[in-house]
């Protein structure tokens, strides 16, 4: 469904990301792990169109990506949920989901967020309050519903889990894995490298804008590589 290949990425005249290869199918929950400053972030923003790439290719369920600019991505069904959440914390929360669906007609609105309330029930029972009085992980499934009222067929996913208390976190990580039985396909950027590998099919690990290892998350689960510089084992 995605595909990456040869990405290279800078700020001004510092390259970032020196050639990544990177392959997503459909409906797979895939996650990219890494330290602080690996390159996941700017990764994803390549991928939504939000940051220009310098060389490389990307593919989207066969078109190439790179002569669209982000609203066209996210029309043609790819969608970020950007790191820190950036939800609109004065406006209230159906509001703020509205605004995840400015590209779609009235009339699906409304359908979109009953399923949305459906993934989410506290977001219905605070749907007139204004998102900046809700909870960090209420404010996070905010900004998960807002990206799937885009109804995409790929979701990326910048460190969902972030600042979230350890029971807040499985229930994001819960409902990532409910999203893949919806068919949404899942691009998941996580510091959290344990809860990611449990719920994802394959796995990229980056160091300095380089794929250090990739491949099934239950094999690198048991890489004691992974275990010792991401698990903390
Ligand atoms: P984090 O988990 O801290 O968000 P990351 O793996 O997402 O880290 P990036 O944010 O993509 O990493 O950063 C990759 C590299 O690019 C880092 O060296 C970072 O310092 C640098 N960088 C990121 N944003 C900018 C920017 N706006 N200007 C210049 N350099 C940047």
């Known amino acids: 469904m995605l595909k990456v290949e ?3 990425a800078r700020y001004g005249r510092i390259e970032v990301l020196h050639g990544i290869d990177l392959e997503i199918a459909s409906g797979e929950i895939v996650c990219v792990l890494g330290a602080n400053g690996a390159g996941k972030t700017t990764l994803l923003r390549c ?3 939000v940051q220009p790439i310098a060389a490389g290719k990307i593919t989207f369920r066969g078109e190439d990506l790179r002569p669209l600019p982000a609203h066209r991505r996210l029309a043609r069904g ?4 950007p790191e820190g959440r950036q939800i609109f914390t004065n406006l209230t929360v159906e509001e703020n989901l509205r605004l995840g ?3 779609h007609a009235d009339d699906r609105v409304q359908t979109d967020m009953d ?3 459906t993934l989410f029930p506290v977001l219905k029972q605070k749907r007139a309050q204004a998102a900046g009085g809700l909870s ?3 404010q996070q499934m905010l900004a998960i519903a807002r990206a799937l009222m885009g109804r995409p067929s790929c979701l990326l996913l910048d460190e969902p ?5 350890p029971i807040l976190v499985d229930q994001i990580f819960d409902v990532v894995r409910q999203m893949k039985a919806l068919g949404v396909t899942v691009l998941l950027v996580e510091q959290n490298a344990y809860g990611a590998l449990r719920i994802a099919d394959r796995g990229y690990v980056l160091e300095t804008g380089h794929v ?3 491949g099934p998350a239950a094999g690198l689960i048991e890489n004691p590589r992974i275990r010792e510089a991401y698990l903390g084992l």
């Open 6 to 8: 040869g990405l290279r």
């Open 47 to 49: 991928l939504s169109g």
């Open 78 to 81: 790819l969608a970020q949920s």
């Open 101 to 103: 669906a400015w590209l």
């Open 115 to 117: 399923h949305a309330f």
């Open 136 to 138: 960090g992980g209420q």
């Open 161 to 165: 889990s972030m600042g979230l208390a």
């Open 212 to 214: 250090a290892l990739s």
